[in-house]
């Protein structure tokens, strides 16, 4: 999964969501954050207008050139707006707004680090955000945690963990950035243990665990179909 752009993000908001995010720029962060969703509504973001056609001519060229692009995956305006907030904002500030936040804020910082330049200013400086998202059972939360931030900062044995709280969790694995790329030996070691324990008592094995349970499939290899197998890609930064 690519990395937004607080510019692609920004087209997207209704007109009324780009005034108040304007108006909110110039005003405590502590105060208008938690106010955010009052203010602008928890709608989906809209298929981009005009505007957002212009930012992704590169992108669409040769493509559907013409055609409205869809507005970011899962996105809804009072997110959007709260992470377009944190675009320049120091760590230190982000982790306490994930700290003192309720639910749909926490959320909302943890979306926020898949937009370029938060994720850019913050370095590894959020990994304790993500460490908390995975330990909750909010499945909103590690699902949100497991984006490109973590794929680029997580370590391999947290990642790994990660994932398998997802398996836990009923979380698909279809939402988690880093796989296949990501699928180690280490990995797939667990996930087969978490299937042979799981049919040993007789319980079903979670359909999107299949991937990585073929008898041919070793640690290195990624899953997918055996013509596409391919080494796993270098870690990114961090890893």
Not at 17 to 22: K, T, V
Not at 30 to 54: H, M, N, T, Y
Not at 217 to 230: E, F, M, V
């Amino acid at each position: 999964m690519s990395r937004l752009t607080a510019a692609h993000l920004e087209a997207h908001l209704p007109p009324a969501a780009q005034a108040r995010l304007a108006t909110s720029r110039q005003q405590s962060l502590a105060e208008v954050f938690p106010a955010v969703a009052r203010q602008v509504g928890r709608a989906k973001l809209a298929p981009c207008d005009s505007a957002v056609r212009a930012l992704s001519d590169t992108a669409s060229a040769g493509s559907g050139e013409g055609q409205p692009a869809a507005g970011p995956a899962g996105w809804t305006v009072d997110q959007a707006v709260r992470a377009l907030l944190l675009v320049g904002v120091e760590s230190a500030e982000v982790l306490e707004l994930y700290r003192y936040g309720d639910a749909a804020e926490k959320h909302a910082v943890l979306r926020a680090l898949s937009v370029a330049e938060v994720a850019g200013r913050l370095g590894d400086s959020a990994l304790p955000i993500v460490a908390d998202a995975i330990r909750t059972n909010d499945q909103r939360l590690l699902a949100a945690a497991l984006g490109p931030y973590a794929t680029e900062w997580l370590p391999p044995a947290s990642f790994r963990q990660a994932v398998l709280k997802c398996v836990f969790a009923g979380v698909p694995l279809a939402v988690v950035d880093g796989l296949p790329s990501r699928a180690d030996d280490g990995l797939v070691r667990m996930m087969k243990d978490f299937a042979a324990e799981r049919t040993a008592a007789g319980r079903d094995v979670p359909a999107d665990l299949q991937p990585y349970l073929r008898p041919d499939l070793a640690g290195d290899r990624q899953p997918g179909p055996p013509a596409a197998l391919s080494p796993v890609s270098p870690p990114r930064r961090g890893v």
